[in-house]
């Protein structure tokens, strides 16, 4: 066990008129993605993440929101850990402090996590033991992208798109002149103590946000044990306000996080920093067909030491220094189309790494400009088309294995198609077709040494082409008496898939590698072959009891996928499949419910990965609201992994080290004011 804790211490690419052409005479093919809300609008009646001309319910893939309940209910120190009931939605599991979301099999640099449409700007992509700084107690709300939907975000969203929804920069005026939220929570095994304040004001034409919190947890207990050096700490807070004028609006928010967490398996623990700055505005020209432009952008500065708790000392420290920046038209009717959204996105990022960071990787420098066109085309009363297109220009420096300064320049294009049938009132069937182009990221490019955090011994490939999936997806959703379904099928075929493959030899940190060697990294290089992953994802709810006093409801979900290369090996780190049942009461003083789910073993492994076995566990929760007089104010007991299983997370590059947390039982308290 850890007995020490820690002190706290563009020139842009240009996107050539030829490319741009494509794209927009393209926009006949993309699922359109994106919202810029109305400045007068309720928050709570859109999703922000899926489409800004076209109401969620009425694309064709299907978006998951995860409300301000579940998130608190959740209780964990990620995004991942908030998305854990989400079908098709797992965690990396490497550390408390740094559990990225993994989504359809796809993870780090095809999964992008935002924060209100804005780039987290980190660097988890580069380390599975790199946290992402966006904590669940800051979020109103949480939204999972997968499919076709993602092209709006970018090439690095190819498999999907983690969106954190708050208020820190208000896009509408509060309906009351206050209103707070304060929470506190205690948890058995990490002896966890969290606590969240959030604050909301209107001053006339201005809107006035701002939140903060806190969480420390000790090692976490597993069956028949402690595992070690699995701590972490967390605090941020924000602050940020919005003036409203007429039909629009002008705000900013200044936001900061710090997070400290050991690495389970390992001796060093992570000291995380944040600063960061977010602005949004939106305007309402309104002339002619041109109705909305939204602008949003943001930048930050990002840094994290990895320390020896002996001495304290710093050994790696990453940096990054980010920006990114959108613009959006919104436009009305015109021609076939019932509405159409065209925009340009520019991302710029810095980063660096000093200390035995640098034998992992030298600096590197990622410029992107971007042009995304979608609309929405009614073909009949019954039959929507939603369609569009992206065309990106990325160009990245730095400096592999070999010691010469290289630099590669990509155009990705991206396209696709999806239909809407409303089949009756209560039946929507969706089919989405779609091509997308990801450029390598800095660290399949360019990874040249010994990274501690994984315990591997990484090379980049400065030679790799862009990949390229084409894939399908189909979509069914029922609601009508007190039942509601949703699936999805899908595949996708990889061509020049990149992935981080074992080797199956150990190295030293010189690079001396060997089979059967007793040296502690694990070899790992980026190869790149054609693959195909399919999958499918379900999750229902059907109402056993309805009557003035709550709803008794059973639900279930499942979510299988399964991945395999070209050659016949088996994609590596690929989640198993999922199937869960529980039952949920929801009353107006009493709530709760449970679920059942079992973890299917991983059988299907990568080359030089070892299997993980199934497992079940058994979460459960009760909430009452005690004062009638009162009664925003709640008691929530949850439970988690209560039949006490041992655990192993198969996506995890740790997994044979590292036991996942055993039985806990947490105490919430909850107050709007």
């Known amino acids: 066990m850890l007995s020490i804790r820690p002190s706290r211490a563009f020139k842009l690419s240009r996107i050539s008129a030829g490319r741009l052409s494509v794209c927009l005479i393209s926009a006949l093919l993309l699922d359109a993605t994106a919202f810029a809300a109305d400045p007068g609008s309720p928050m709570d009646t859109v999703i922000v993440s899926a489409s800004p001309i076209t109401p969620e319910d009425k694309l064709a893939t299907i978006v998951e929101t995860v409300d301000r309940d579940e998130i608190l209910r959740a209780g964990g120190a990620n995004l991942a850990d908030a998305l854990a009931n989400t079908p098709g939605v797992t965690g990396s599991g490497f550390a408390s402090g740094a559990s990225r979301p993994v989504i359809r099999g796809f993870d780090a640099n095809r999964v992008r996590t935002l924060e209100d449409g804005i780039g987290s700007f980190d660097v988890a992509d580069v380390g599975p033991d790199h946290g992402v700084p966006i904590d669940p107690l800051s979020a109103q709300r949480i939204e999972v992208v997968r499919g076709a939907a993602t092209l709006r975000y970018g090439s690095q969203a190819i498999g999907g798109v983690v969106n954190a929804i708050n208020n820190r920069v208000p896009t509408r005026l509060p309906d009351e002149p206050f209103n707070a939220e304060f929470t506190g929570m205690y948890g058995t095994n990490a002896d966890t103590r969290q606590g969240s304040a959030m604050l909301d004001a209107r001053l006339g034409d201005f809107a006035l946000h701002a939140d903060g919190f806190k969480r420390n947890t000790d090692d976490y207990d597993i069956p028949g044990g402690t595992m070690s050096n699995s701590f972490s700490e ?61 602008i949003d952008g943001g930048h930050a500065d990002y840094e994290h030491s990895e320390i020896d708790p002996e001495t304290g000392e710093a050994l790696a420290t990453f940096k990054d220094n980010e920006w990114d920046a959108r613009a959006e038209g919104l436009l009305g009717a015109f021609g076939p189309f019932s509405a159409a959204a065209v925009g340009v996105q520019f991302q710029n990022r810095d980063f660096s790494a000093l200390g035995e960071g640098e034998n992992y990787l030298l600096p590197t420098t990622t410029k992107t400009a971007a042009a995304f ?26 400096t592999p294995a070999s010691d010469i300064a290289t630099s590669r320049s990509f155009t990705p294009l991206s396209a696709s198609a999806g239909l809407l049938f409303d089949a009756s009132d209560a039946v929507r069937l969706g089919f989405t077709l779609a091509s997308s182009e990801r450029a390598p990221a800095q660290t399949e490019l360019f990874a040249r040494g010994p990274h501690d955090g994984p315990a591997t011994f990484e090379t980049g490939d400065p030679t790799l082409r862009a990949e390229r999936a084409n894939s399908l997806e189909a979509t069914f959703r029922y609601d009508s008496s007190g ?20 080797t199956g030899r150990t190295c030293d940190e010189d690079g001396i590698c060997a089979v059967d060697g007793d040296a502690e990294l694990k070899e790992l290089v980026y190869l790149q072959q054609g693959a195909k992953f399919w999958g499918a994802e379900t999750k229902a709810t059907f109402d056993l009891v309805q009557n003035a006093s709550g709803t008794l409801s059973v639900l279930g979900l499942a979510d299988y996928v399964r991945a395999k290369l070209d050659d016949g090996e088996n994609v590596p780190r690929i989640t198993p499949y999922h199937v869960g049942a529980g039952l949920n009461w929801a009353g107006a003083t009493v709530g709760g419910g449970f679920l059942l789910k079992y973890s299917g073993r991983q059988d299907n492994v990568g080359f030089a990965e070892t299997e993980t076995a199934g497992f079940v566990s058994l979460d459960a929760d009760a909430s009452w609201r005690p004062f009638r007089d009162a009664a925003n104010v709640e008691f929530v007991l949850v439970g988690k992994n209560l039949t006490d299983t041992t655990q192993r997370n198969a996506v995890a590059l740790n997994k044979d080290e590292v036991i996942l947390p055993g039985r806990e039982v947490r105490l919430m308290v909850r107050a709007n004011l």
Do not use: C
Not at 242 to 271: C, M, Q, W
Not at 375 to 395: C, F, I, N, Q, T
Not at 483 to 502: N, P, Q, T, Y
């Open 483 to 502: 039942v509601r379904f949703e699936g999805a099928l899908w595949g996708a075929k990889f061509d020049d898939f990149i992935f981080g493959s074992l």
């Open 373 to 398: 066109v979608f609309a929405d085309a009614p073909l009949s009363e019954k039959l929507h088309l939603h369609a569009g297109a992206r065309v990106e220009s990325v160009d990245i420096d730095g």
């Open 234 to 294: 967390g605090d941020g807070y924000s602050l940020g306000g919005s003036y409203f004028f007429d039909k629009n609006r002008v705000g900013a928010a200044l936001i900061h996080y710090d997070s400290t967490y050991g690495i389970p398996g390992e001796d060093t623990f992570i000291d995380m920093k944040q600063t960061k700055e977010l602005l949004r505005a939106s305007f309402a020209p309104d002339i002619g067909v041109f109705q909305t432009l939204n």
